[in-house]
């Protein structure tokens, strides 16, 4: 059966895929012949400098990647090698290549277990290995627990192969990420559905151990299934509420570990949307009850969100005003109320009485 990798011109990669040749309607082709000897001789009459500078500005998603590690990462990353998955009782689409060992190379599906993320090329070999696994949630500590939703930190050192399987898994749907084969510096964080059956993994973010550039995220990703569902910012929420508490109480692990943070770029396009919804909403709440001035400063300290992030964020928002050099927020009710309403629903809440974990830090 012979298979083609259809590239969409102009849109993300993901919606690129794998289809059999009598799907395509070859009689609708048009010859593009002059338009492309056109651009040959408009590129020729360019200088090399001129040509790099629109190159460099046509970028979706990795502005902060130099020209060279650009086209290195366009180039392997190129053809999706995994079509589909099976995950749990979903058969999901892929949206990007992810580098599995080369004997998966053939293999336009993967069948994963849902509990220790071990991945096979067959149904059969799934089936096998899950009346072998006694795993029935992620491997790692049990963090929070509130009704049918529960957290799992996983030591990246102490289940090395949990987190390369987790980093392959999430490659499939984060074209930015750089799948990091040394999993030790990491934690891992699994929010997990929880039922008779067992804890089924939704969505996760990772984080360093130790952040020298004071990143409190490294990768975050809600799987497709439960995805517009309130949980992306469930994940930041619960970011924010552990790195925050020891300093008062909410950025939830940032809060906890008493530092501002901010989330590793380059984000993905639903990470940066989920972040900015995030972001925009705790700000507009707190400047909506809050009588009198307050700094940038404050918020920061107050929300564990880096004052970096805070201007950007309150500038699109057009409350942001530059007086006698120093910058302002201008926050007049009527409009906290109009952005408030545009935002959008908050998300699920974290709470925090349902919390039971140590910063990494302390422990040992």
Not at 27 to 54: F, G, N, P, W, Y
Request: some cysteine; overall charge neutral; proline content about 3%.
């Amino acid at each position: 059966m012979l298979l083609l990798c259809l590239f969409l011109v102009s849109v993300n990669r993901r919606l690129d895929e794998w289809v059999k040749l009598d799907q395509l309607d070859l009689d609708s082709v048009e010859a593009v012949v002059d338009e492309k000897v056109e651009d040959k001789v408009t590129s020729l009459k360019m200088t090399r400098h001129q040509k790099r500078k629109i190159d460099e500005t046509h970028v979706e998603g990795h502005e902060e990647l130099d020209a060279a590690s650009l086209r290195e990462h366009e180039e392997f990353t190129k053809v999706k090698n995994i079509a589909t998955i099976e995950l749990g009782r979903y058969e999901i689409e892929t949206w990007y290549f992810s580098p599995f060992p080369p004997e998966y190379n053939d293999s336009l599906k993967l069948y994963f277990c849902e509990f220790c993320l071990n991945f096979m090329k067959r149904k059969e070999q799934l089936q096998r290995h899950m009346r072998k696994c006694d795993l029935k949630h992620p491997p790692g500590d049990e963090i929070y627990r509130s009704g049918t939703l529960s957290m799992f930190e996983v030591d990246g050192k102490k289940n090395k192969v949990y987190g390369q399987n987790l980093c392959y898994l999430a490659k499939l749907f984060l074209d930015h990420k750089t799948l990091y084969y040394d999993v030790d510096l990491f934690l891992f964080y699994i929010l997990c559905e929880c039922d008779d059956r067992g804890c089924h993994m939704v969505g996760y973010f990772s984080k360093e151990k130790h952040s020298e550039e004071s990143y409190n995220l490294a990768c975050i990703l809600t799987l497709p299934p439960y995805q517009r569902k309130g949980y992306g910012k469930f994940l930041i929420a619960f970011l924010t509420v552990t790195n925050v508490i020891k300093h008062d109480a909410a950025y939830e692990l940032s809060k906890k570990e008493g530092k501002v943070g901010t989330p590793e770029r380059p984000l993905s396009d639903l990470g940066l949307l989920s972040y900015r919804g995030y972001w925009t909403r705790v700000l507009l709440d707190i400047l909506k009850k809050h009588k009198g001035n307050i700094s940038i400063k404050e918020l920061s300290d107050m929300t564990a969100i880096k004052a970096e992030d805070i201007l950007n964020t309150l500038q699109s928002l057009e409350l942001i005003q530059y007086r006698k050099g120093q910058h302002v927020i201008c926050a007049d009710p009527k409009v906290l109320d109009r952005h408030l309403k545009a935002a959008g629903r908050g998300g699920l809440d974290v709470d925090v009485s349902k919390l039971i974990w140590t910063p990494y830090k302390e422990q040992g």
